[in-house]
């Protein structure tokens, strides 16, 4: 039972190169998100989506898009990463669209942008 | 703003002894409060809770709210090294916006 799985678990860029953040997850979950975690700051939301095709923005959403082309994937993009996306990013996952089910997080990928 | 705040910050104890992690909470739309146990790497869920007054109880891992004063605090007695973590609290918002909103964590370490 693989839960939520995310790659690359680490990635270093330069700064104005792109990538994509890869999310999968198995348990047939309607809500997917994307966090990023820095210290001191807690985990904030990017980007989720409530169904495939369907998506929205979070807290900090600047600098990333997703796309919700089928259930089980979410992908997250850097069109020109910058250093202030040095983070660590967590894609979660949810049973359902409200807050009554608690999220799945993945393991993380730890991206550093020089 | 919504804004869940957590104390303390970071907390060394021994083995054996027992801890009080709090989270405080200003949330527009309130629909349920969770904990999460972080080590090295994914958040893991502990608790939801939604209703005052409720114990929830796993273990040696206790939780319960007050939605009057807007806290809830998670209690670990016996505490083991395998305690050890930073402990999330997130509040869950309902309505034309819901989102999860996260604390920014106790970093517990218990020493043997």
């Known amino acids: 039972n693989a839960g939520v799985t995310q790659t690359p678990k680490f990635q270093v860029l330069k700064t104005g190169q792109s990538m994509t953040l890869q999310c999968a997850q198995d348990?047939?979950?309607?809500?997917m998100s994307w966090y990023r975690q820095d210290p001191g700051m807690g985990l904030r939301l990017i980007h989720y989506?409530?169904?495939?095709?369907?998506?929205d923005q979070g807290e900090v959403p600047n600098g990333y898009n997703v796309s919700r082309s089928t259930t089980e994937d979410f992908p997250l993009r850097l069109l020109s990463a910058a250093p202030s996306q040095t983070s660590v990013y967590f894609c979660?996952?949810?049973?359902?669209?409200?807050?009554?089910?608690?999220?799945?997080f993945g393991n993380g990928t730890r991206l550093t942008v020089t | 703003e919504d804004k869940v705040v957590q104390s303390p910050l970071s907390l060394v104890v021994h083995e054996g002894d027992t801890v009080t992690l709090n989270c405080s909470y200003e949330v527009t739309n309130f629909r349920s409060l969770l904990w999460y146990k972080q080590e090295k790497k994914a958040p893991t869920f502990l608790f939801m809770l939604t209703s005052s007054g409720i114990e929830k109880k796993s273990g040696r891992l206790s939780s319960i709210l007050d939605k009057k004063e807007l806290f809830s605090i998670l209690n670990i007695t016996a505490t083991q090294t395998g305690d050890s973590a930073v402990y999330l609290c997130?509040?869950?918002?309902?309505?034309?916006?819901?989102?999860?909103?996260f604390g920014k964590g106790t970093k517990l370490t218990v020493n043997p």
């Open positions: 348990m047939n979950h309607e809500y």
């Open positions: 997130a509040v869950g918002t309902q309505g034309g916006s819901e989102k999860l909103v």
């Open positions: 989506s409530v169904g495939a095709g369907i998506t």
């Open positions: 979660a996952s949810r049973q359902g669209t409200s807050y009554n089910s608690p999220l799945h």
